[in-house]
């Protein structure tokens, strides 16, 4: 790895501090509140990016544990793997923020904190399927990957049904295109909220996947010193100790 690319983490976490702050006193000093849901309505600024996060991290999960699956027998999917496991990861934490965000919103605007509706039901599948994932490649036995790249698959595919939830069917949550028609003041209160919450994830996300991958090549070094030593590299570190 260059010395680029094992500071990304810092750099992501560097603009985070400096973002976060500026936007979440942008959000609470500086943007109006909103005439018809109140002061609640701050939460937005909050809850949609990183619903758009957690989407995005669905995706990349399941794109990278089919990569994950195919190149395997190849050798040549160490990064893949990495990615997939970090990526899920994130989608639990990001993923868990809306689901706790959202029906505090919800409460405030419609009266009831869960309505069953089709968006909270798929985002609230998503991060089932993607604990189910986390699990299995934590603690799946040997040849379990094939079952964990399946779940990130079938994540990845519920993401489009999250989004186009409130134009197939009848829901409580606001449309697609809220977001569009933001006046200008909340508008650029939105974006500072993404970027900085973008830097917090990519921060950990990049640390999740180094680890990841130092910790494949670690095992692929003990295995080669154990071909090598003919299965004696343990009894000779135990009689070490």
Not at 63 to 85: M, N, V
Request: proline share 4%.
């Amino acid at each position: 790895m260059g010395p680029i690319a094992s500071r990304l983490p810092l750099l992501f976490f560097a603009a985070a501090a400096v973002s976060l702050p500026y936007s979440v006193q942008r959000i609470f000093l500086h943007t109006g509140i909103e005439k018809k849901m109140g002061t609640v309505q701050k939460i937005f600024y909050f809850h949609v990016p990183l619903a758009w996060i957690m989407m995005a991290l669905g995706v990349t999960c399941g794109i990278a544990a089919a990569i994950h699956l195919r190149q395997s027998s190849a050798g040549r999917s160490r990064t893949a793997e990495a990615l997939s496991i970090a990526a899920g990861e994130m989608v639990l934490v990001t993923g868990l923020a809306v689901l706790i965000t959202g029906p505090i919103w919800g409460h405030a605007t419609w009266g009831r904190a869960w309505t069953w509706d089709a968006r909270q039901v798929s985002t609230g599948l998503l991060w089932l399927v993607f604990a189910a994932f986390v699990l299995v490649r934590r603690y799946g036995a040997a040849g379990s990957e094939r079952l964990a790249a399946a779940l990130a698959v079938f994540g990845a595919v519920d993401v489009p049904v999250i989004y186009y939830a409130v134009k197939i069917w009848k829901t409580t949550h606001p449309t697609t295109d809220v977001v569009g028609s933001l006046p200008a003041e909340m508008w650029n209160s939105l974006w500072p909220a993404l970027g900085a919450l973008v830097c917090v994830t990519m921060g950990f996300l990049l640390v999740r996947i180094r680890q990841e991958r130092d910790a494949a090549a670690l095992d692929d070094a003990w295995i080669a010193l154990d071909e090598r030593t003919g299965g004696s590299v343990e009894p000779a570190l135990g009689a070490a100790r």
